[in-house]
Structures are given as structure tokens and as C-alpha cells.
């Protein structure tokens, strides 16, 4: 079940971070793989500094931190 919760988690933020960021849809669905992987980039930053999220919205939160810091690096130094 955490698997699941974890990607669930990182949908809603790639989404999120893609709104944030104002890109368009066209790549979407590389902003979701992203934010899959942002919200672990997340929650390993949170853990690291002492944050940790109880509930989905919390999660959510650090996700979409994550998420916008892995898509802003992949946008400026990955993508060509």
C-alpha cells in the first residue's frame, strides 16, 4: 500500500508543480513521471531537515517541493 501512496502522491505533484511552473500540457506526462520521482527527492530533502508529513495533504506538500525542484532541474539542465 505504500507504493501506491507514494505514487498517487507524486501524480498530484507533478501536476502541481506543472501548474506552479507554467508549462505547457504538451509534456505532461513527463511532469507526472518527474513528479513521482520529485516527491521522493522530497521526502528524502524533508526527512534530512526534520520535516516529515502525517497526513496526505502534508505529503503532498513536500511532494510538490520535490517535484518543482526535479522538473525546474531537468528543464534547465537535461532537456535539450
Same mark, same amino acid.
Given at each position: 500500500?505504500?507504493?501506491?501512496?507514494?505514487?498517487?502522491?507524486?501524480?498530484?505533484? #507533478?501536476?502541481?508543480?506543472?501548474?506552479?511552473? %507554467?508549462?505547457?500540457? /504538451? =509534456?505532461?506526462?513527463?511532469?507526472? *513521471?518527474? +513528479? &513521482? @520521482?520529485?516527491?521522493?527527492? #522530497?521526502?528524502?530533502?524533508?526527512?534530512?531537515? %526534520?520535516?516529515?508529513? /502525517? =497526513?496526505?495533504?502534508?505529503?503532498? *506538500?513536500? +511532494? &510538490? @517541493?520535490?517535484?518543482?525542484?526535479?522538473?525546474?532541474?531537468?528543464?534547465?539542465?537535461?532537456?535539450?
Amino acid at each position: 500500500m505504500g507504493i501506491i501512496y507514494a505514487v498517487i502522491v507524486g501524480l498530484i505533484s #507533478g501536476w502541481g508543480a506543472n501548474s506552479i511552473l %507554467g508549462k505547457d500540457s /504538451s =509534456n505532461l506526462v513527463m511532469n507526472l *513521471v518527474l +513528479g &513521482v @520521482i520529485g516527491s521522493f527527492v #522530497g521526502s528524502l530533502l524533508g526527512g534530512l531537515i %526534520g520535516i516529515h508529513a /502525517s =497526513n496526505i495533504i502534508g505529503s503532498c *506538500v513536500i +511532494g &510538490v @517541493i520535490g517535484a518543482v525542484l526535479v522538473i525546474w532541474v531537468y528543464n534547465k539542465y537535461i532537456k535539450k
